[in-house]
């Protein structure tokens, strides 16, 4: 493609050494050999597949070095492209065979025709050539005569015109010959880039600042550089003129790349990859890796960018000790991001756990099946051990090692080991995995819990009065928590991190006490009688036992509250058939517009999610409260007249912000996946200011 004059200027500089690059005009690629040498260029691409290294059969032809020039292909006076001219050194390499070893093989050696030693030699020299925008590769016939093969000497030399490639870009050229006599030659050379595209640190913040005439229209993208699966464009604008673009650092990751083109018909994308060696965004990638459980046996590391990663299984015992690595005998393999890998397992498990570490530092942990088989199990991993003639070993993996079975050890699986035996053969443990060399099994402890904790029982009888003395202290606590005021709970189920948000804040406001009625703890009743029906329940109950209801305000509920004021109400089951929000809407914005809404109902919203100006103005005649700076107004209004104290209501506001807090920063924490449509997900945009 032609490069606009201007660009090659701006890229090489003006200086008399560099406009005088040889200029080669025409499109035809062209080679030419030293003095005395032959050779000739195939017409056309080839496929490029570098054979296994055979073995030469006498003196062979093999390429020993290689250089690289640029030059400019110009198809008129000032419209050319960046060229690289390559260079490729032969010599001569091998020995004919000593004839006397020759009269060993006998006559049948005798039979077969004498290579000639004064031949000439040919090769079939293969240029491989690869780029961001570029692969190709090329086939050159080499000949050198008779008088010029001494073996371990140099032959000269063939040159090849040229591999075209954009500016700023990095290329990679492979040479070797066909068959493959040795390990292939590689050479990276990066192009000069442009250098009004800079890019430069503002305190926490990146800055890309492109320096261009007023009048200069480009298009600037940044992509996600994966060598392994397709380019992922993340981010893309036409511009004009001089610009700064600001990004944020935790947006950064090694392969986050930046690509600039002038707006004009067939222009050359100038690419680079500033942040490769940056710190920064090494630790962002681990921050935006998450690891994804692919029933029914599958897993994969998500990742935006390739990484050198190990995984490994491991066992998560119930009680907080490390998770203990299950090598042996289970294996390290290596990890390649957003690919899917298989456990090698006969059964899923709460407490395996994946680990994933890069250069020996543990960088992820993460137990899989947590979600779908439940929280850690009182479970003890043994290990069996397979050995010729059919020899076995037993032991329990606990935190201080594997412990035999049958062993005088002070430990919990020593003195339950006869008892593990029994069942293991009675079919009572889980076989995960098995293979030649040995299995795993998972054994319930829970009958030996219950067993030890009999005699704690007994004991506890004793302290049966105390017991019951201290439920009647709690009599009253009881009856006022009977007596608690009710709230029911309007949001709009924008994403699973928002809904978990949610279920934070009503898990908290149930401590203060409140009743609270939620979607979220009722999708049974929901799907039986449906959102509609189930709201006008429960702000009856609500409204006649003296409650209030609350708005809870995001981006997806404000969206919903225009599309009804502007007479646009959403059709049924468009937003899920749980969303209790949208179908509340219908008999919401009558008490607002009729004034009944004072008294009834409290607005809300999460300031870090929404500004406080982006509720409609109809809802503000009722508190419309930020959280969670205002807390303690909200819990005062829900709780009502004859609430706590200041200083006890301040309490409760702290004990709310600390259980929200979690939950809220997983909320804008940038997922990995593509789904969420934010942080680092691709189309979600990089925060530019």
């Not at 990095?170 to 192009?191: A, C, G, R």
């Not at 498990?349 to 994933?356: E, S």
């Not at 570490?357 to 290990?383: A, I, N, R, T, Y």
């Not at 036992?545 to 225009?562: I, M, N, Q, R, T």
Request: glycine content about 8%; charged content about 20%; hydrophobic content about 40%.
């Amino acid at each position: 493609m032609p490069v606009p004059w201007f660009l090659l200027s701006l890229a090489l500089g003006r200086s008399p050494v560099v406009l005088s690059l040889e200029r080669i005009v025409g499109p035809q690629d062209t080679a030419r050999c030293s003095p005395g040498l032959s050779c000739h260029l195939w017409d056309g691409d080839l496929l490029c597949l570098p054979g296994s290294i055979v073995s030469a059969p006498g003196p062979v032809l093999v390429p020993t070095r290689l250089q690289t020039e640029l030059v400019l292909r110009c198809h008129q006076e000032t419209d050319c492209d960046l060229c690289v001219r390559v260079t490729v050194h032969l010599a001569v390499r091998g020995h004919w065979e000593d004839p006397k070893d020759e009269e060993g093989l006998g006559k049948v050696a005798d039979a077969e025709p004498e290579e000639p030693r004064n031949a000439s030699l040919q090769a079939q020299v293969l240029l491989s050539f690869h780029s961001y925008t570029t692969a190709r590769c090329v086939l050159l016939e080499v000949e050198v005569p008779a008088a010029l093969v001494q073996p371990g000497q140099s032959v000269g030399s063939v040159v090849f015109d040229c591999f075209e490639a954009a500016l700023g870009a990095e290329v990679q050229i492979w040479s070797y010959t066909q068959p493959t006599y040795q390990k292939e030659l590689n050479f990276t050379q990066q192009l000069p880039a442009l250098p009004w595209l800079n890019v430069s640190a503002d305190g926490d913040d990146v800055q890309l600042i492109l320096d261009v005439s007023e009048e200069q229209h480009f298009g600037l993208s940044l992509y996600w550089n994966q060598f392994d699966s397709p380019t992922k464009p993340w981010w893309h604008r036409n511009l004009t003129g001089p610009h700064t673009i600001t990004l944020n650092h935790t947006d950064l990751v090694p392969c986050l790349c930046i690509q600039v083109w002038p707006l004009e018909p067939d222009s050359v994308r100038t690419s680079i990859c500033p942040f490769r060696k940056d710190p920064r965004a090494h630790r962002n990638l681990w921050r935006a890796a998450r690891l994804q459980l692919l029933p029914p046996r599958g897993w994969r590391l998500e990742a935006p960018c390739s990484l050198p990663a190990e995984a490994t299984l491991c066992w998560q015992a119930l009680g907080g000790d490390p998770c203990q690595p299950l090598v042996p005998p289970l294996s390290r393999e290596n990890v390649t991001v957003n690919e899917a890998l298989e456990f090698p397992l006969l059964k899923g498990h709460p407490n395996l756990c994946v680990q994933v570490s890069s250069w020996e530092k543990l960088q992820l942990q993460e137990c899989l099946w947590s979600d779908s088989l439940g929280p850690l199990k009182d479970d003890m991993l043994l290990v069996e051990t397979r050995g010729p003639q059919n020899n076995r070993s037993l032991c329990a993996l606990e935190p201080s090692g594997c412990t035999p079975l049958l062993s005088g050890a002070s430990t919990r699986a020593a003195r339950l080991g006869e008892h593990l035996l029994q069942d293991l053969q009675s079919g009572q443990c889980l076989q995960l995995w098995d293979s030649d060399l040995g299995a795993l099994w998972a054994c319930p402890m829970n009958k030996y819990t219950h067993q030890r904790w009999a005699l704690v029982w007994l004991a506890c009888l004793l302290l049966a009065a105390v017991l019951f003395l201290l439920l009647l202290l709690k009599k009253d606590h009881v009856k006022a928590a009977a007596r608690s005021r009710a709230a029911l709970l309007l949001y709009s189920a924008d994403d699973e991190g928002f809904e978990r948000l949610v279920g934070a804040l009503a898990s908290a406001l149930c401590q203060l006490p409140l009743r609270v009625a939620v979607d979220l703890w009722n999708r049974r009743e929901l799907s039986a009688h449906g959102p509609l029906a189930w709201f006008h329940a429960q702000r009856r109950r609500t409204l006649q036992e003296g409650g209030v209801v609350v708005l809870l305000f995001s981006p997806g509920a404000v969206a919903l509250c225009h599309e009804w004021l502007r007479g646009r109400a959403p059709a049924p089951g468009v937003h899920g058939p749980h969303d209790a929000f949208a179908a509340s809407l219908s008999c919401v914005l009558p008490d607002f517009l009729q004034g009944r809404a004072p008294g009834r109902y409290v607005g809300a919203f999460f300031e870090r999610l929404l500004r406080a100006d982006a509720v409609p103005a109809l809802f503000r005649a009722v508190p419309v409260l930020a959280l969670p700076s205002q807390l303690p107004d909200f819990l005062r209004a829900l709780q009502g007249p004859g609430g706590p104290r200041p200083g006890r209501l301040a309490d409760r506001a702290e004990r709310v912000s600390r259980a929200l807090q979690p939950a809220l920063d997983s909320c804008l924490r940038p997922p990995g996946t593509p789904e969420t449509g934010r942080g680092m997900g691709p189309g979600a945009g990089p925060g530019l200011k």
